[in-house]
């Protein structure tokens, strides 16, 4: 998953251009897009979305954000939308892995009500838009078997401390709070198995800038970025696909290990290459593979 596009659950326009897009994922979104008149009406326009969109060839993989836990909408939520089998489930929100857990058995019986597969609905987690959660973060780690991403976010982390702001004054650079919350979703996914994926850059007319922060983001170790407008979706792509150099690098790794197997460490260009390295070297290959799969 390199990009991660949201559209509003209720934008039947917007819906039908998901697919053209380019992205990985596509987020529709029942939370902060849509008002709580149109909830109903959203679940709806979602479920006939996903039932349709799930026989497109070469379609993106497609997630649905429900409401938070602490809201009377989420249990609607899943009743409206998991007949319609859509790939994953975004969790705004949470206050630690238990809200995890928790959506994951609501998933089990969701799924054996609908006759899916169990376990087939995977998870997102965003896992910082509570002050708690960020006091909670080790317990996202063995909290589901179903946690395939943990993303961050920093507007609503912002409301909830009462930040000012969360960038420096260049307007790019994440403030301390935020940056932690970065650096703490970024550990917490690795250390749960579960991919790491930046959160948008919200001037979504700031292509310079979303660059710069998506290749940051990808120079640290995350493995995709979300984004809230097409035009963003060009360029995250690019920035989390492994480059030729990249992918020439690490097949010379595993080649030389594969040469030597019982080698704790080789050399290759005058450089000691040890374990460490071929670990990184057959994930950068993994990424690749996935990337040429999404095209």
């Given at each position: 998953m390199r990009s991660l596009l949201f559209i509003p659950a209720d934008d039947e326009k917007k819906l039908s251009k998901g697919t053209q897009t380019g992205a990985d994922v596509l987020l529709l979104d029942l939370e902060d897009a849509v008002a709580p008149s149109r909830k109903g009406d959203a679940r709806k326009i979602c479920a006939d979305y996903l039932a349709r969109t799930r026989e497109v060839q070469g379609r993106p993989r497609l997630f649905v954000r429900i409401n938070a836990l602490d809201t009377p909408y989420w249990a609607d939520d899943l009743a409206g939308?998991?007949?319609?089998?859509?790939?994953?489930?975004?969790?705004?929100?949470?206050?630690?892995?238990?809200?995890?857990?928790?959506?994951?058995?609501?998933?089990?019986?969701?799924?054996?009500?609908?006759?899916?597969?169990?376990?087939?609905?995977?998870?997102?987690?965003?896992?910082?838009?509570?002050?708690?959660?960020?006091?909670?973060?080790?317990?996202?780690?063995?909290?589901?078997?179903?946690?395939?991403?943990?993303?961050?976010?920093?507007e609503d982390l912002s409301a909830a401390v009462g930040a000012r702001t969360n960038r420096e004054a260049d307007g790019r650079t994440w403030t301390s709070p935020f940056m932690l919350a970065r650096n703490l979703c970024l550990m917490t996914g690795v250390a749960a198995g579960a991919q790491p994926i930046d959160t948008v850059f919200v001037n979504f007319r700031d292509a310079e800038g979303l660059r710069a922060e998506a290749s940051t983001a990808a120079r640290d170790g995350f493995t995709g970025k979300m984004a809230i407008h097409?035009?963003?979706?060009?360029?995250?792509?690019?920035?989390?696909?492994?480059?030729?150099?990249?992918?020439?690098?690490?097949?010379?790794?595993?080649?030389?290990?594969?040469?030597?197997?019982?080698?704790?460490?080789?050399?290759?260009?005058?450089?000691?290459?040890?374990?460490?390295?071929?670990?990184?070297?057959?994930?950068?290959?993994?990424?690749?593979?996935?990337?040429?799969?999404?095209?």
């Open positions: 939308i998991v007949k319609a089998q859509p790939d994953g489930i975004m969790l705004p929100k949470p206050r630690g892995g238990g809200d995890v857990h928790t959506l994951s058995v609501a998933l089990d019986h969701a799924e054996q009500g609908a006759g899916i597969a169990s376990g087939s609905i995977r998870i997102i987690a965003i896992a910082t838009e509570t002050a708690i959660s960020l006091l909670n973060m080790p317990s996202y780690v063995g909290a589901s078997a179903r946690l395939e991403g943990l993303t961050w976010g920093a097409p035009n963003q979706v060009a360029i995250i792509n690019e920035v989390f696909t492994p480059t030729e150099a990249e992918t020439a690098e690490a097949e010379e790794i595993i080649a030389a290990f594969r040469a030597q197997p019982d080698a704790g460490v080789v050399g290759i260009r005058g450089k000691m290459i040890d374990k460490a390295h071929l670990a990184l070297a057959e994930r950068l290959m993994s990424r690749a593979a996935a990337a040429r799969r999404q095209g």
